[in-house]
């Protein structure tokens, strides 16, 4: 398959950060405290700046901030585990004069169910649920005049059910689903008759006027499996891994929509921390649109591995 070593690559990451005393070690089990609810929030302030005064070696002034949001409320007991949690991420850039440019921009809501019929198995059936969009528009800079984004354009929803295994299920997972819808969303009219983010664009006459709109929602119906991971690799250095691979029984089965979120936290105190942060997407249905020579007008190429990195330091707090 051509996309196979994409998923090589994500498994030799995921297997050389697993630590097997973890895995296959027997531990103690915990004492049953009785059901739980546990909530817990956590905003974030990462901010990077640049300045120059007479400086004969030349730059550009620039400052850039990223705000997040964590919140995630969780149920656990003897046979259920089920997690919740939603994230916000807002990221803009300013620089001299040119014009304020977004850098992040990410909402996601997360609710897994689990079910384990005996309370000493360490195996889960397990139902999930994620949905993710953006806030506001993005656009191919410099041109503001066309988005190439908006709200619910795209926004994607996976809703399956599989089984998952976790023997510390808050620190390490796995699962598979056989059984897994994807629905992608683009409920902007221009983006959907041009047929982005994989919908079905209008239907043109020989004028250029619609016959047929463009599709405003994609489903897709496939199989998923997913990892997450977190470690304490040292002393105040941490670890937290999420991969995601999808593949659609009815189009192209065999093409893989990857999705690999790797992150480190250093903290230096209570508030203080560095981040590092790496995001590698791959989707089958998603095209590189590049600018052209002419100003004002882009072309679409086939899809491509799209990969973001981030290295912040900023406040942390939990409430």
Same mark, same amino acid.
């Given at each position: 398959?051509?996309?196979?070593?994409?998923?090589?690559?994500?498994?030799?990451?995921?297997?050389? %950060?697993?630590?097997?005393?973890?895995?296959?070690?027997?531990?103690?089990?915990?004492?049953?405290?009785?059901?739980?609810?546990?909530?817990?929030?956590?905003?974030?302030? *990462?901010? &990077?700046?640049?300045?120059?005064?007479?400086?004969?070696?030349? @730059?550009?002034?620039?400052?850039?901030?990223?705000?997040?949001?964590?919140?995630?409320?969780?149920?656990?007991?003897?046979?259920? +585990?089920?997690?919740?949690? #939603? =994230?916000?991420?807002?990221?803009?850039?300013?620089?001299? =004069?040119?014009?304020?440019?977004?850098? $992040?921009?990410?909402?996601?809501?997360?609710?897994?169910? @689990?079910?384990?019929? +005996?309370?000493?198995? $360490?195996?889960?059936?397990?139902?999930?649920?994620? %949905?993710?969009?953006?806030?506001?528009?993005?656009?191919?800079?410099?041109?503001?005049?066309?988005?190439? =984004?908006?709200?619910?354009?795209? @926004?994607?929803?996976?809703?399956?059910?599989?089984?998952?295994?976790?023997?510390?299920?808050?620190?390490?997972?796995?699962?598979?689903?056989?059984?897994?819808?994807?629905?992608?969303?683009?409920?902007?009219?221009?983006?959907? +008759?041009?047929?982005?983010?994989?919908?079905?664009?209008?239907?043109?006459?020989? *004028?250029?006027?619609?016959?047929?709109?463009?599709?405003?929602?994609?489903?897709?119906?496939?199989?998923?499996?997913?990892?997450?991971?977190?470690?304490?690799?040292?002393? &105040?250095?941490?670890?937290?891994?999420?991969?995601?691979?999808? =593949?659609?029984?009815?189009? +192209?089965?065999?093409?893989? *929509?990857?999705?690999?979120?790797?992150?480190? *936290?250093?903290?230096?105190?209570?508030?203080?921390?560095?981040?590092?942060?790496?995001?590698?997407?791959?989707?089958?249905?998603?095209?590189?649109?590049?600018? #052209?020579?002419?100003?004002?007008?882009?072309?679409?190429?086939?899809?491509?591995?799209?990969?973001?990195?981030?290295?912040?330091?900023? %406040?942390?707090?939990? %409430?």
């Amino acid at each position: 398959m051509k996309h196979l070593q994409i998923i090589f690559l994500c498994l030799f990451f995921n297997l050389s %950060f697993a630590q097997p005393d973890s895995l296959f070690i027997k531990e103690k089990k915990q004492k049953y405290t009785g059901p739980q609810w546990i909530q817990k929030n956590k905003g974030t302030v *990462d901010i &990077n700046q640049v300045s120059f005064t007479n400086w004969n070696a030349g @730059g550009s002034s620039s400052i850039s901030g990223l705000l997040g949001l964590i919140s995630s409320i969780n149920y656990k007991d003897k046979f259920f +585990n089920w997690k919740n949690n #939603t =994230s916000i991420r807002y990221g803009i850039n300013k620089q001299e =004069s040119r014009e304020l440019r977004k850098t $992040d921009d990410l909402f996601e809501l997360n609710s897994n169910l @689990g079910y384990k019929p +005996n309370s000493s198995s $360490d195996w889960f059936y397990s139902a999930r649920l994620n %949905f993710r969009t953006q806030l506001t528009n993005g656009y191919n800079y410099p041109n503001t005049e066309e988005p190439i =984004s908006r709200f619910l354009a795209p @926004g994607y929803l996976f809703f399956g059910g599989g089984m998952e295994y976790g023997k510390n299920i808050d620190e390490l997972s796995f699962y598979f689903s056989p059984i897994t819808l994807k629905a992608t969303f683009v409920l902007d009219e221009d983006l959907a +008759n041009a047929g982005s983010f994989g919908v079905e664009a209008a239907v043109l006459d020989d *004028d250029g006027n619609i016959i047929v709109p463009g599709e405003r929602v994609r489903r897709e119906f496939g199989m998923l499996l997913t990892n997450s991971y977190e470690m304490e690799i040292l002393e &105040n250095i941490n670890l937290r891994q999420q991969v995601s691979l999808y =593949s659609d029984y009815i189009n +192209n089965f065999g093409n893989v *929509d990857v999705d690999w979120r790797l992150d480190f *936290d250093f903290k230096v105190n209570s508030f203080v921390r560095a981040t590092l942060g790496s995001h590698l997407r791959y989707d089958d249905d998603v095209k590189i649109i590049k600018p #052209t020579d002419v100003e004002g007008e882009f072309d679409e190429s086939g899809a491509k591995v799209q990969w973001k990195q981030f290295l912040g330091v900023g %406040f942390a707090m939990d %409430f």
